[in-house]
């Protein structure tokens, strides 16, 4: 049995399908289930208020969940920047102030995600 969470709409659910390209039963975003493992390290979900400065101009946003190699990050709106730049990220709650690459950005339905990797 294989635990899927939708990339898209962040729905949880469960299969015993082996086919590797799936439908989500929640939006039909069709995903593959080698995907979910792209990070070799645990992701613990935290929702944390954190701003994201590129250079010195801030972008509020919220944390979807935070490892030891990254994290990833939501907000409503359009992310100002693309993947490959380098930004700073700092979550008060946790003392967090570090730097991070962006690999990665998607945008859908006026919210935008990204992964970010640290530096």
């Known amino acids: 049995m294989h635990k899927l969470n ?34 070799a390290r645990d992701r613990t979900t935290a929702q944390k208020v954190c701003d994201i400065f590129k250079g010195e101009v801030s972008i509020p946003a919220k944390t979807v969940d935070i490892s030891e190699t990254g ?26 102030d570090k730097k991070a690459q962006v690999v990665w950005t998607k945008k859908f339905y006026g919210i935008s995600r990204a992964g970010l990797r640290w530096c």
């Open 6 to 39: 939708c990339p898209r709409c962040e729905n949880v659910f469960f299969t015993a399908a082996r086919d590797t390209h799936l439908p989500c039963p929640y939006c039909g975003f069709i995903l593959k289930i080698q995907e979910q493992n792209r990070r």
């Open 71 to 96: 994290m990833g990050i939501k907000m409503m709106g359009y992310l100002p920047f693309d993947p490959d730049e380098t930004v700073s990220v700092t979550i008060k709650e946790l003392d967090l």
